[in-house]
């Protein structure tokens, strides 16, 4: 008799304990960091989305919306946006952030999300899949090119060439008059959307960025060479890209400065997006759609 009731007292509190579990879980701390702040919509498998500088997730809003059936992850990282600096009030910013993004995923208990990042956020995707590989199945890069100082300083720049050059555009970004600035940002974005119906949100996004952080962030992008660490990247990674107006060279060989960029990493797709600025996702959509929906396969 003693050994029925000690049975059923164990089964009680296994009961309880069962019970009780499940609101725990619901009552976990959220993740917290002051360098990013990240959002879910949806549900199914996990995937993580990165912004670029000074944009937030409303980059993904029509992707999101076209593409249901997983688990979005809108990261916005702090300083862009009018999310406050916190802690990228100074230093770097893509590379903390990168470490930032591993530990949200390791943290929400993530399994080996894919990750997909427009600009700079495809930088951060790329650190994220060379410096964190477990963190990740697969990557896509949207319009990213793994060392911006061969753009800023040209192909044989030596890297002190190419940190004068990110200072002097740090230096001029902060020398800006507010109306100077207001007239860069209008510049800039209507060269990185075609779709002009797109191009308020961008710009919105821009102005309520943090002058400070924003430079800091370029200038990081700039002297930052990502090629030395594509060979850690065991995870396929997909990258969209386009050949800007401004690159007046012919289609062949702007290819093959990717191709060539690229081709440390083991399992590669490499696509060139025709008729889009930097946007893709905005001046493609359809085409943009379709590329992510085969990048993830069907939820």
């Excluded at 009030?89 to 390791?106: F, L, S, T």
């Excluded at 090119?145 to 800023?152: A, I, K, N």
């Excluded at 008059?177 to 940002?185: G, L, S, Y």
Aim: with cysteine; proline share 9%; charged share 20%.
């Amino acid at each position: 008799m003693r050994h029925t009731l000690l049975s059923r007292r164990s089964l009680l509190a296994a009961a309880a304990c069962a019970a009780i579990l499940p609101l725990s879980d619901a009552l976990a701390a959220p993740f917290e960091s002051s360098r990013i702040s990240v959002r879910t919509e949806g549900s199914g498998p996990d995937v993580v989305l990165i912004p670029g500088l000074n944009s937030s997730p409303r980059a993904w809003a029509s992707t999101v919306a076209a593409l249901p059936g997983y688990r979005y992850h809108l990261v916005q990282v702090s300083g862009f946006a009018g999310q406050p600096a916190g802690g990228n009030r100074e230093g770097n910013v893509a590379a903390p952030v990168a470490d930032e993004i591993a530990r949200y995923i390791k943290e929400a208990g993530l399994k080996q999300p894919a990750v997909i990042g427009h600009s700079m956020g495809g930088t951060m995707g790329m650190m994220l899949a060379a410096r964190h590989p477990d963190a990740l199945s697969k990557l896509m890069v949207v319009d990213m090119y793994p060392y911006l100082g061969t753009f800023f300083a040209g192909p044989n720049a030596p890297p002190e060439r190419v940190a004068a050059v990110a200072d002097a555009t740090m230096a001029g970004i902060r020398s800006f008059t507010p109306e100077e600035r207001a007239a860069n940002t209008n510049a800039t974005i209507a060269g990185m959307v075609n779709t002009e119906s797109m191009r308020a949100g961008a710009i919105a996004d821009s102005a309520a960025s943090d002058p400070d952080v924003s430079s800091r962030a370029y200038r990081e992008l700039i002297v930052t060479n990502l090629i030395p660490e594509l060979p850690k990247i065991t995870k396929p990674v997909t990258v969209l890209y386009v050949q800007p107006k401004s690159v007046p060279i012919p289609a062949e060989q702007f290819d093959y400065v990717y191709k060539s960029a690229y081709a440390p990493v083991k399992s590669l797709t490499l696509k060139r997006i025709p008729d889009s600025a930097h946007f893709i996702m905005w001046d493609q959509p359809q085409r943009f759609q379709n590329e992510v929906k085969a990048f993830l396969g069907a939820p």
